[in-house]
């Protein structure tokens, strides 16, 4: 079974190749048979049935002429026309067996034959002559009677008449042969110009399919992280990559599965220690467990700020299972979209002015309100201008602007974040949005888990929309998501 699935294609090829080759070399054989036909045809109209003709003619002339001497024989009594007769009997016999010799026609018998009768009388008319000739009473009789040749010259008529029907026949046939010799190859030569271009068009269409269906696939993990099963089309080679994706796809999906399964498992399970921690650090931190001196409480500020930010990375973890478990409902409501854009702004303030950044704004002030989950939304914003300052340049600007859609869709607003940073690679920008994913080039500059863009892509796709990212490698980037202006009904 194995042999037969790792050689589908190469089976499918060699069908292909065998039928062609079928095909062609029948459309060969056919006029190979054909034009024997017609070299027949020929050869016997040419060798036999025209000789014949030109042969009888002869023989008519012959006679008559024989006739002529004898007459004149008779008139004159001139030895000269004895030996005209004689010669003339010599050009008769010569073209009579010349016919005899070449045979009756093909398909016929030789009973039916008008020669053969013609050649016996004259062999009877020589016998007779001979013993004529032998009687001294009868020493001038010459072997031909006017009577005799008139028969002889209508039956050698009727069979040139008949010789003449078998020569169109024969012609008829030519041509009929021909024709088909015509059709047969023009039926073979069209069958493998067809077979040819629909094995070409069907073995494409068989290749291109599955590849399609495959880079499909490819494009919705990388894009999504997960994929839904592809088609499979057939069993040979292609079939089999596609169910090896399928099981590679149902794999990773078993796998992301179990770790968010962990994940969200260990999350619950770390934020009530973590609590404790907390709560104790604080404590301890407010001298209610005793006086502490200024080197304990560095140590224990520090302690804080880790314990903050794990509290965070955990609230990130339990957010994104929530998320792709669909736990988390969307409840927009009208907002006025300037103050949105502001109030999100302030409060990123402290961190830009610590880089010495600006933050510009751009809002379309025909647009003065739009529905979102305003807590959800404003996590995804905050999520992008965060991630532009974190990767912008000390001294820089960034640019946060909100339009409708220039692309014809003008019941959607877009949000757009710009920087000055140093730009994604172009193979790494389908990948940002992918938990726990982060750029090469930050890994060992930045902090992070690589969740924000995550979150932000299941927010926005939660509200209808679509996020991406445009960006070159030393100009910066410009993340933007869409949203539509009203909510769906």
Known sequence: MSMKMRFGILAKLFAWYLLACLIFYGTILSLFVHIHALGRISEDIANRNYRISTASKKMIDTLWWMAENQKKYDLLKKEEYKEYLAAGRKEYEANLYEIVWLGPAAGSAAADNPWEGLYREYQEQLEAEGQKQADPEYPDVL??????????????QKARTANEQQIESLVKSLNRQGRNAVQWGFVGVSASLLIGLF???????????????LRRGIKSMSRAGLTDP????SNDEFGKLAGAFNDMAARLTEEERMRSDFISMLSHEIRTPLTSIRESVNLISEEVMGDINEKQRRFLLIASHELERITTLLNHLMQISRLEAGA??????SINLDEFVQGTIS???????????????QVDPTVPRFYCDPDNMQQVLLNLIGNAIKFSPQGSDILVSVKRDESGKSSNLVFSVRDHGQGIPEEEQALVFHKYYRASGVREEVDGVGLGLSISKHIVETHGGEIGVRSKPGEGSTFSFTLPLYPKE
């Open 143 to 156: 072997w031909l009677s006017e009577d005799l040749i008139n028969q002889w010259v209508e039956k050698i």
């Open 199 to 213: 094995g070409v068009l069907g073995f494409t269409y068989g290749m291109i399919r599955p590849i399609r269906e």
């Open 230 to 233: 592809i088609r499979i089309y």
């Open 328 to 333: 988390v409902e969307i409840h927009p409501r």
């Open 347 to 361: 409060r990123l303030i402290p961190a830009a002015e610590a880089k010495d950044i600006s933050i510009g704004s």
